[in-house]
Antibody, heavy 121, light 107 residues
Framework: QVQLQESGPGLVKPSQTLSLTCTVSGGSISSGSYYWSWIRQPAGKGLEWIGRIYTSGSTMYNPSLKSRVSISVDTSKNQFSLKLSSVTAADTAVYYC?????????????WGQGTQVTVSS | DIQMTQSPSSLSASVGDRVTITCRASQSITNYLNWYQQKPGKAPKLLIYTASSLQSGVPSRFSGSGSGTDFTLTISSLQPEDFATYYCQQSYSTPFTFGPGTKVDIK
């Protein structure tokens, strides 16, 4: 069973770049069965899809964040990463990594536990 | 982007009640509709995918229906562990979008 674990700084200063990594265990990120995605949730609010990457490196981003977001994959480490530049307080949220089942209608059946990122000076 | 709406935004119910939550998409998403349950401080948990398929390990009291733009999540007999927030999500086209959530609490 696939397990996901987010890691990275919990505090980022305004205008800087948020960087998070998701480590995949229990399966290979190169399996080809999943897209690997990032989703965030501000406190007390709903879920926002940030973007996803395939093992080949092909990406898709939310247009609302596209100019600031980058997702990359490191198959040798079984990890994928998120970078969000020029952050503001509005980027404060719990960030989740998750799978998207390519052959299962895009469902996200595996999620990380989430990591809180606060943007503050 | 496809906009997702849910109703009600919250509801109060008792153990044993039948609960129905509705989700509507701003355009047809065929059956690319997923339902998640989220408890405080936890990641969302997949309940239903492609509108009506029950995720492995999820109790059969959960069911989903609908196609096109209108969808329903039904809990046939609410249990204490079902008090949570429920989100629908369209996976028809990127960016995938979620409904605003329905909070189910104890009456």
């Amino acid at each position: 069973q696939v397990q996901l674990q987010e890691s990275g700084p919990g505090l980022v200063k305004p205008s800087q770049t948020l960087s998070l990594t998701c480590t995949v265990s229990g399966g290979s990120i190169s399996s080809g069965s999943y897209y690997w995605s990032w989703i965030r949730q501000p406190a007390g609010k709903g879920l926002e899809w940030i973007g996803r990457i395939y093992t080949s490196g092909s990406t898709m981003y939310n247009p609302s964040l596209k100019s600031r977001v980058s997702i990359s994959v490191d198959t040798s480490k079984n990890q994928f990463s998120l970078k969000l530049s020029s952050v503001t307080a509005a980027d404060t949220a719990v960030y989740y990594c998750a799978t998207e089942d390519i052959y299962g209608g895009g469902r996200s059946d595996y999620w990380g536990q989430g990591t809180q990122v606060t943007v503050s000076s | 982007d496809i906009q997702m709406t849910q109703s009600p935004s919250s509801l109060s119910a008792s153990v044993g009640d039948r609960v129905t939550i509705t989700c509507r998409a701003s355009q047809s998403i065929t059956n690319y509709l997923n339902w998640y349950q989220q408890k405080p401080g936890k990641a969302p948990k997949l309940l239903i995918y492609t509108a009506s398929s029950l995720q492995s390990g999820v109790p059969s009291r959960f069911s989903g229906s609908g196609s096109g733009t209108d969808f329903t999540l039904t809990i046939s007999s609410l249990q204490p562990e079902d008090f949570a927030t429920y989100y629908c999500q369209q996976s028809y086209s990127t960016p995938f979008t979620f409904g605003p959530g329905t909070k189910v609490d104890i009456k």
